[in-house]
């Protein structure tokens, strides 16, 4: 099953219209910038159980946006989770243009297990 995510700048917040009559009365602005950048799929890959998760993010949107989005859905602590792009690990600030991702392009996800440490009785 996968599930798809939209991730933008206002991804959080609540889009509500004003009124009608405040409507007629402004003029129209020309759409914000991240509106018009280009966006595309990135599925987002768990190894653990083969879940795939779809977000649509902006080329130019730090992956920060896509981490969080996903470690909140998922319930994880970011610090245990580590985003994997072509065989190289993922930092917050990158963009997908500057990896130069495509649409349907794959992020895989590896989580951390504690442990490993002597063993008390």
Do not use: W
């Amino acid at each position: 099953m996968v599930d798809s995510v939209s991730i933008s700048s206002d991804s959080f917040e609540t889009n509500k219209s004003p009124p009608l009559d405040q409507k007629k009365n402004e003029q129209k602005s020309p759409p914000p910038e991240s509106s018009s950048q280009k966006k595309i799929m990135i599925k987002v890959k768990s190894q653990q159980d083969g879940g795939e998760d779809l977000y649509k993010i902006g080329e130019n949107a730090p992956l920060k946006k896509l981490m969080t989005a996903y470690c909140v859905k998922k319930n994880l602590d970011r610090s245990t989770v580590r985003f994997i792009f072509k065989k190289k690990g993922l930092k917050p600030r990158h963009t997908p243009s500057q990896l130069k991702m495509e649409d349907n392009d794959i992020i895989d996800i590896v989580t951390e297990q504690g442990g490993g440490g002597p063993y008390t009785a």
